[in-house]
């Protein structure tokens, strides 16, 4: 059973940081698009950010230069650094994979940017 554990996290103040791990168990075979989404109260769940097996990444035009994503040592892990964090950031955010033609989604971790 695949199961995606989200770790990280927590309230921040606008311009400040915070890293996200997400950590897959379950895999046979490392995943073929490992990705972030968030959803903001009333707002409906948006792509923030994937990463490929072969590395290539692509991120939404509202974190673009902000936000990073990065496959971990561990083949089924997958971070998200997050620098100048802004209000409108503010989200749960969710860790998603691809495997074997099926979806995954992990419960979700608040991230609050707040002065």
């Known amino acids: 059973q695949v199961q995606l554990e989200e770790s990280g996290g927590g309230l921040v103040q606008p311009g400040g940081s915070l890293n996200l791990s997400c950590t897959a168990s379950?895999?046979?075979?490392?995943?073929?698009?490992m990705a972030w989404f968030r959803q903001a109260p009333g707002q409906q769940r948006e792509l923030v950010a994937r990463i490929f097996t072969g590395g290539m990444t692509t991120y939404s035009d509202s974190v673009k230069g902000r936000f990073a994503i990065s496959r971990g040592n561990a083949v089924n892990t997958v971070a998200l650094q997050m620098n100048s964090l802004k209000p409108e950031d503010t989200a749960v955010y969710y860790c998603y994979v691809i495997h074997s033609s099926t979806s995954y989604w992990g419960q979700g971790t608040q991230v609050t940017v707040s002065s």
């Open positions: 379950g895999l046979s075979v490392s995943p073929y698009i």
